[in-house]
């Protein structure tokens, strides 16, 4: 019995022992946790429209300049280079894959129209 109150007399200690150190250190956790924070990178509608990726979605009628977008080509580019471009990206996009449906026929579209226009 009297080994069990030891025990627990000890156990308090080290808990109380912890809960000090413990509150001792939340002023510094506190400001580590707010440079912690303010040093993530931000995320807004402002970062986003600087972004490599083409904003918007897809115009009414197939023109060359986004044909040339949905290929990853120049607008000039040659056929050859319209074909590998077609066929590197249905791999990806395949509905077979996983793909959408509608943005493998807008890739097809984009190749016919870029290959009607030469």
């Known amino acids: 019995m009297t080994g069990s109150i030891i025990l627990a007399g000890l156990g308090l200690a080290a808990l109380g022992f ?8 939340m002023p510094n956790a506190a400001s580590k946790m707010q ?7 931000k995320f807004d509608a402002e970062s986003m429209a600087n972004s ?13 300049r986004e044909a040339a977008l949905i290929l990853g080509v120049s607008p000039s580019a040659s056929k050859i280079k319209i074909k590998d471009a077609h066929k590197r990206i249905m791999l990806l996009n395949h509905p077979d894959r996983g793909g959408s449906p ?6 097809n579209e984009a ?6 226009a030469k």
Do not use: H, T, V
């Open 18 to 25: 912890g809960g000090r150190a413990l509150l001792r250190q």
């Open 35 to 41: 440079e912690a924070l303010q040093s993530l990178p």
């Open 52 to 64: 490599k990726y083409y904003r918007g979605g897809f115009d009414p009628k197939m023109n060359k």
């Open 102 to 107: 509608y943005l493998a026929a807008k890739i």
């Open 111 to 116: 190749k016919d129209f870029m290959d009607n």
